[in-house]
């Protein structure tokens, strides 16, 4: 029998974030950068509309407590919140729908410090997409947890340009234990200097790489940047 290998992760994931989705969305990266942990959201809150989506198999539908079983599949959906990541950081509709139409950041995770940061109940999955919701049978749904799983990591195949993975952890905060998990941060073309500085001051010691990009023609190019800039003057110290 032919044996299906399991998906390997890439060496670094990135999460695109946006600075302005919220009053306090600057200070929340930041937060989240320097206390290690991830903001998970739960699936009904996300942009896809079609999150949670499932086929229940004739032989599902056929089970004397269907109607229990259902619940139960619904209540570990909703106990799972969910981190998005991406195998790339050059994505143009990821940049300009999650990070602020490229005003935001692109934070790149080494993989297997996040991995190992993370506790024994956190599941890392990469997303599968299809045309159809995945199908969950009488076996998939005697384990509810699993089958959330199994849910929570398909999306039509219209969202494959993502190339997602997920972290399915605690609703709202997922501590890791590596506080240099995070070992990069990409700025995008558009940001706001004073986000950009912002994060630079509060993030210096922190042993992380900072990029700024430019788009060139129908190129992302991404130039390191030093940490440790000069302090700008005010306009009134240069009188």
């Known amino acids: 029998m032919v044996r299906i290998e399991p998906p390997v992760a890439p060496a670094n994931l990135y999460r695109y974030r946006s600075l302005t989705h919220r009053p306090n969305s600057l200070a929340s990266e930041i937060r989240s950068i320097r206390e290690a942990y991830l903001y998970c959201s739960n ?11 499932y086929d229940p198999t004739v032989g599902l539908r056929g089970v004397e407590d269907y109607e229990h079983v259902v619940r139960r599949i619904y209540d570990a959906k909703s106990y799972h919140g969910i981190a998005c990541f991406s195998e790339t950081n050059s994505n143009e509709l990821m940049w300009a729908h999650y990070a602020d139409n490229y005003a935001g950041i692109c934070v790149r995770y080494k993989t297997q410090a996040l991995l190992d940061g993370l506790s024994n109940d956190v599941c890392v999955a990469r997303v599968n997409y299809g045309d159809v919701p995945p199908p969950v049978d009488h076996d998939d749904a005697m384990d509810s947890r699993s089958a959330a799983i199994k849910i929570l990591s398909h999306k039509k195949a219209a969202w494959a340009y993502e190339r997602e993975w997920r972290v399915l952890g605690n609703i709202k905060r997922t501590s890791y234990d590596d506080h240099h998990a995070v070992d990069a941060i990409y700025f995008g073309s558009r940001i706001d200097d004073e986000h950009r500085d912002r994060i630079l001051d509060e993030l210096a010691n922190m042993r992380i790489d900072f990029f700024n990009m430019t788009v060139r023609g129908y190129q992302h190019l991404f130039e390191p940047l ?6 700008r003057r005010r306009a009134d110290e240069r009188a």
């Open 226 to 231: 030093d940490a440790h800039p000069p302090r």
């Open 43 to 53: 699936f009904r809150t996300m942009n896809d509309p079609m999150e949670g989506f």
